[in-house]
Each structure stands twice: as C-alpha cells, then as structure tokens.
C-alpha cells in the first residue's frame, strides 16, 4: 500500500513560499542565455545502474541532435522530495526540468512553464485522454506525461474457485453478494487499508468515483465528497468491516504485504495492488484481472508521471528536451522495468504475450489519477481519521463526512 509522504506540512510551507516568490533557477524567469538543461528525476527504474543507464542514453541522444547543448540529469529519492524540490525553488537553485505526479502541478503552478506549447497537434492527439487530463489545470496541459499506471480489480483464481464462482464480480452488488459465501469458508471478499497514512487515491477514492461522486466541487472552492455518493461509498465500505468481509485489523494498519491475508490466499479481490505485487503470492495463474468495480460507474485509480518546466530555463531547450523524451520510442526504457505503461496510444506494444498487463492496459481508459486541487494533500489528512473513525463504529458515515468536509473546507479556502 502506498503511502501519503510523512512530511506533507513541511512540503507545504515550502511549496507555499514558492509559490509567493515566483522563483525559478537562479537565471530569472525564461533565460534564453542558458545553453543546459538541469533536469530532476526519481527512481522510476528501481536498479540504479540502469536507471543511470536509461538517462544517459537519452543525454547522448539529445546532445548530437542538438549541438552545443548539454543536459544534466540528477536522479534524487523519493522520499521528502517535495519538501527538497520547494525549498530549491525558493532559493533560486532549482531544477529546469522536473519529473513530478499530477497533485504536484496544481502546488507548483505558479512555477510552471506550460508545457502543451511544445505539444504538437500529432503528439496531443495521441495521448490518451486520461492522460492529458491528468496534466490539466485550469485548461493548459502543465507536463507532458511520459508513463502511466493502473490498478484494475485483481481477483484470486483459487479464492473464487472455493466458493464456485469463475468470473471477477462487475459490481458492488455483486461483490457484496459473494462475501457471505467467502466468509464461510474462511475467506474475505477485499482487504481494505484504512491505515491513515494510506494514500486515499488508492482507497477510499475509488469507491467515492464510482458511487458517481468526487471529492471537491467542480471549481475546487469546496469538498464535495459528503456528498450522497460519498455516504454511500462509505457505509458500503463500512457493512464490510462490521461484518468480517475484509481483515479488521488492516483498518489502522499497514503491514507489509507478505504479512497479509491476502499473501495467505485469503483474500478474494482487491482494487489496492497491481498484478505484480500480488503475483509472488497468488502465482500469475491465479490472478483475475478485470475492470474496476461498478456502482454508478466504473473507475480505478491510475498515476501518471510527467515532466514538466520550471521558470528560470531555457524555455527552448528545456521543451526540446520533454518533447525528445515523451517520444514513445524512447519512453519505453523508462516504463517497461516498472511495469508501467504508455500514456499515448501509437506506442509499440511493450507486453506481447503478457495477458495481465495487456488486460490491465485495457483499463487504461478509466483512470482517474486523483484530484489536482492545491488543498489535495491537506484534504487527505482530515479525510483520512474521519473515514477510520466511520469504519471503527466511532461516527456515523455522515457525521464522519460533514465533519471532514468542515474543517477540509477551511484549508481549502487558506489555499486560494
């Protein structure tokens, strides 16, 4: 299970004062002067010799086509990177180039250079709209995605064998219907994090989508997720808890995964993982990859990673250079050691004779990869308790929503 970053108040004080300095790099604001490109990236490609290897090959690449230029690549963790990014920024040493996630670009907006200037009208046409809209605030694309991700519904072959059921259940109903059926053989139907350092993109938002709500209004001033939709989504959440259907104990923990039920080939379905986390456990002929869960529609949670500008580059070079690198062809380098997937639909198939991902690409279309609103981050951490406290049996699902939703209320209105 993903985690939100531990150091989100700080990362937000250092974003916020970004955002009120303007900078850039230490350059100023669109220096044409420039002849490099200083570009930040995280470890997509886990093994750092390949990671290495990918980024210098690109570098090589960019530089003959582009004589007189150089590029730095600088590959920093994952952990408290925004925190490190900001307060870069704030001192006028940051990056020109920065690889971030969708939520990132409403924080550094102000920062930003819009990058669908550099998109041209055959490269927009085939991103997939998911993913453009993903890097979308405020109608101008803000990055140029170069991968995505999704994660489906992923059922358990053997589970579902136990109880004679074949196919992936379509619906909520559907799913529900079944649990009591699993429980009485010592199985659960899911296995639901409510661990409030969990990211509520992968959890409770799903659910809150497909119930057919969403978590703030349509012009971001308010939280919309108390809403009828999200009621519904958590008390149906919530009848699973308080009827054994999904591990009790995973309501304020996380452990590691192989310490689950669901690495016990306990658990029935999930909407929390991707076929490569559960397949050392379940065995890859076991795993049951489908749509996402339908109540009023069907939606899974997907990322998108991108690369976006940074005021203070070389405007330029630094859109030659997401332009160079969003090409399918190169990429692939960067998406497939991952298991991630092309955000455009004229890539080469990078899974032949892998149907898993060939199916999990298929839900592609129906990602959504969370809300890009400033106060997203801020929303979760007074989301997040109160969604715990509804499972528990301390608050009711609408109290525990109203209550969210008034104090989530006031940070956003902070924020604009």
């Avoid at 859109?319 to 969003?326: D, P, T």
Wanted: hydrophobic share 40%; net charge positive; proline share 6%.
């Amino acid at each position: 299970m993903r985690r939100r970053n531990t150091a989100v108040l700080a990362a937000a004080i250092a974003i916020a004062a970004v955002a009120v300095t303007g900078c850039g790099s230490s350059t100023g604001s669109g220096s044409s002067s420039k002849k490099t490109v200083n570009a930040w990236v995280y470890p997509v490609i886990n093994d750092p010799k390949a990671d290495a290897a990918y980024w210098d090959g690109l570098v090589k690449g960019f530089e003959k086509a582009h004589p007189g230029t150089k590029v730095k690549v600088s590959t920093y963790p994952w952990a408290n990177r925004d925190t490190a990014l900001a307060t870069a920024l704030a001192a006028g040493k940051g990056p020109d180039v920065a690889y971030l996630i969708p939520d990132q670009l409403s924080a550094y907006q102000r920062n930003l250079i819009p990058a669908d200037q550099w998109m041209a009208a055959a490269d927009k046409a085939a991103y997939r709209p998911a993913a453009l809209k993903s890097v979308t605030v405020d109608g101008k694309q803000l990055a140029a995605p170069v991968l995505m991700s999704a994660y489906p519904l992923l059922c358990d072959k053997k589970v579902l064998d136990a109880i004679g059921e074949t196919a992936n259940p379509t619906t909520w109903d559907q799913l529900a219907s079944i649990a009591p059926k699993l429980k009485a053989k010592g199985y659960y139907a899911t296995s639901y994090s409510g661990d409030t350092t969990a990211t509520l993109n992968m959890t409770f938002y799903p659910l809150l989508w497909q119930a057919g709500g969403d978590v703030f209004s349509s012009d971001g001033s308010k939280t919309a997720f108390n809403g009828a939709a999200g009621v519904k989504a958590l008390t149906w959440l919530k009848t699973f808890v308080d009827n054994g259907w999904t591990p009790k104990d995973l309501v304020t923990t996380t452990p590691q995964i192989e310490q689950t039920d669901l690495a016990r080939n306990k658990v029935a379905c999930t909407w929390q993982n991707t076929a490569a986390e559960v397949q050392p456990f379940w065995g890859k002929d076991n795993i049951q990859v489908s749509p996402p869960l339908r109540s009023a529609t069907s939606v899974a949670y997907g990322t998108v990673g991108t690369l976006a500008v940074f005021k203070g580059a070389n405007q330029t070079l630094a859109g030659q250079w997401i332009s160079y690198v969003s090409q399918p062809a190169n990429t692939a380098g960067l998406q497939k050691p991952g298991g991630y997937f092309s955000p455009r639909t004229d890539a080469a198939p990078l899974y032949p004779g892998d149907a898993l991902q060939q199916s999990t690409e298929k839900v592609l279309g129906s990602t959504d990869v969370g809300p890009l609103n400033k106060a997203a981050r801020d929303v979760m951490g007074v989301l997040a308790p109160q969604i715990q406290a509804a499972l528990l049996g301390k608050s009711d699902p609408k109290k525990a929503l109203d209550d969210a939703a008034k104090a989530a209320d006031q940070l956003i209105a902070r924020k604009r």
